[in-house]
């Protein structure tokens, strides 16, 4: 998938689109324009039509398969969908399924009109250069620090703060997949009544296979599906079905 | 000028970033803040006086002295200077965001967004322009952004008060109810 | 000033290096060189007769503003007050850590602070307030970081054991008063 990333890259060909896609800095952005194009009101958005617009819009712009514009496609068909639904009379409770979109809109809005305000500042700024030379600093000791024991007591209350638990543990995503290993083991126990280390994990296995087989294996084993056997040290194991409990 | 405009004058000039008053004051301790600021007042005043290509601004929380706009393009067209690269609109939207909201929570940022965003987070903290200001309650204690001074100084604004209020703003924004919780 | 002297000012604060007087004459093609250098004696005059701290000098290399001579030691001493002599709160933060987790690698530090931490060690390596204490185990041998005899010292104490201890702190360190922090 290329498009959030750098979409232009993908769209060359497809002309017009280029240009306006890299104003679209996400789904709101794009809604906003669509909203604005049809001079609609904003607090009484003609959901069916924006949302009609929307999905040809990331189709066109080839963003389709990007997550965040997907999502906003998915919200905007369910308030159509929600609008759809009969009303009863005199139902007071009854909440505009457009609203929580329009709020945002409005609050994306007002951050689009600070980003003008910055952006205006900025280049502002950027006309006014300070001074490109510096002069090298004489090589002067450095001042005598001052470090007060309550400035660094007050830091390390900070940094308990943040840490979340008391020992530290770092979490990796797990691609191991121990469930499928054992499914796999389980049904060369159902097929066989011993077979060797190398038929559960296959011949090029990596690192996380022979992890996920490792670790299903013990777990099997413990639950007593069967026995592993090393015949002798360094030998490959040797998987056996227990005949007491037959695998499931 | 006064000795202390003239020493004042000399310390701006070889700094190539803006200078506190604090920072300025330890420069003549028996003058203090005081007599600092009188004499940055003389000091502008006196450059303000003369036509000069340069001027002091007050920026950033400090004093820094600046080239006058107008000769912004012919330094740049000379390429003796290059004027920075701008910033993009993802990353002002991320901005505006972490200033009016601060300290605020990447999720937040998220939400109001619409995206994710977590590299234009990153790439902020790179330059400088935010910081983690402290850390939220709840869940993993996520980190919560705000800005620096170096983000005034990019903007040229003396302090976050001078950008703009949200209720000037021309698209009225804030739902009536006062005290909404960010969720 | 003529705005070329104005321009010619602008210029040569906003560059890096010096100027050459081709250089400079690119910026008004029409001056060209006689003009510019007509317009760089008007500047350097202008320089030369107000008390300023900085004058144009004529070096080596090109045309360069730099502070007077007389005002190299006040500058000196300027550059001298103006670093810092208090160390930042990531700093403080980054040492509090290594003081209490010694020896500790910089992933560990990272990973508390939830942001890069290298610039901050090396700064506090500099100061001599940190050393590399030894390596850890594991991928590429990590450098562990350790307190110096230095930090000791600054602080008044007389071994590490002399720090609080973590489960004293937060009472510790609860002043009675002060209003409330969101942290």
Redesign the interface.
Known sequence: MSVPGNPSSTMQDQGGFVVELE?F?????LLLHLIREDEVDITDLPIARIADQFLAAIADLGLNQAA?YLE?AARLLRIKAQLLLPRRLGDDEWEDPRSELV??L??????????D???H???????????????P??D?P??????D????????????????EPV?H?VVPRPLDVEGATARITALLTEREEFGWVDVVGAGAGVVEVLSAFIALLELAKRGTCKVQQPEPFAPMVIRREPARAAA | MSPLAQLLEAAL?????PLTLEELATLDPEAGETGTRAALAELRAAWAAADHGVEL?E?GEGW??????DY?EA?ERAQ??L??R?????A??T???I??RQPVGRVEVDE?????SEAVIDKLLERGLVEVAS?GEGL??PLLYGTTPQFL?????KGLEE??R?DE?????R?PAPAEEPE
């Open positions: 104003q800095s996400g789904p709101l952005d965040d906003m709020r945002r409005l609050e994306y809005q007002q951050i689009r009109e600070l980003v305000w910055l952006h500042a900025a280049q502002q700024r950027a006309d006014r250069f300070g001074r490109g030379f510096e002069q600093a004489p002067l450095p001042p005598p620090l001052e470090i024991l309550n400035d660094l007591l007050a830091a390390a209350e900070r940094v308990i703060a943040l840490i979340p530290l770092r | 000039f070889a700094a190539s970033r601004a920026i820094q002295f600046l080239t006058r706009p912004a330094i003796f200077a004027r920075p701008r910033l993009s609109p993802a002002l939207e901005l505006a965001i200033a009016y109001i967004r619409g995206v994710d850390r993993g204690r100084e990019i903007l040229g604004l950008l703009p949200l703003l021309s698209v009225a924004l739902p």
